[in-house]
């Protein structure tokens, strides 16, 4: 089994994106599944709470012995306030 390094940006919850929030939570507290408008913008996930996920720019990177990516600090879009670096199995 391998593992992957995974890179996201988040720009913090605007006003669409509590709107959509507010629809998501009333049509999971009916029990009924959200409209696929509202799927759509979330990506199909839950609703993540640091906001809207936005792509970064990260390239391989690797040494001896090491293995990892690079994330240029200015590529990151001004409105992005949170990364978040995770690993997968």
Same mark, same amino acid.
């Given at each position: 089994m391998s593992m992957s390094t995974s890179v996201k940006g988040f720009r913090p919850p605007d006003e669409k994106w509590k709107r959509m929030k507010a629809i998501w939570d009333t049509c @999971? &507290? &009916?029990?009924?599944?959200?409209?696929? !408008? +509202?799927?759509?913008?979330? #990506?199909?996930?839950? %609703? #993540? %709470? @640091?906001?809207?996920? +936005?792509? !970064?720019? +990260?390239t391989k990177w690797g040494a001896e012995m090491s293995d990892g990516c690079e994330l240029k600090v200015e590529d990151i879009p001004k409105n992005v306030t949170v990364i978040r670096f995770y690993n997968s199995w």
């Amino acid at each position: 089994m391998s593992m992957s390094t995974s890179v996201k940006g988040f720009r913090p919850p605007d006003e669409k994106w509590k709107r959509m929030k507010a629809i998501w939570d009333t049509c @999971k &507290a &009916a029990n009924i599944e959200p409209p696929e !408008l +509202v799927q759509e913008f979330f #990506d199909w996930h839950e %609703p #993540d %709470p @640091k906001g809207i996920e +936005v792509h !970064l720019r +990260v390239t391989k990177w690797g040494a001896e012995m090491s293995d990892g990516c690079e994330l240029k600090v200015e590529d990151i879009p001004k409105n992005v306030t949170v990364i978040r670096f995770y690993n997968s199995w």
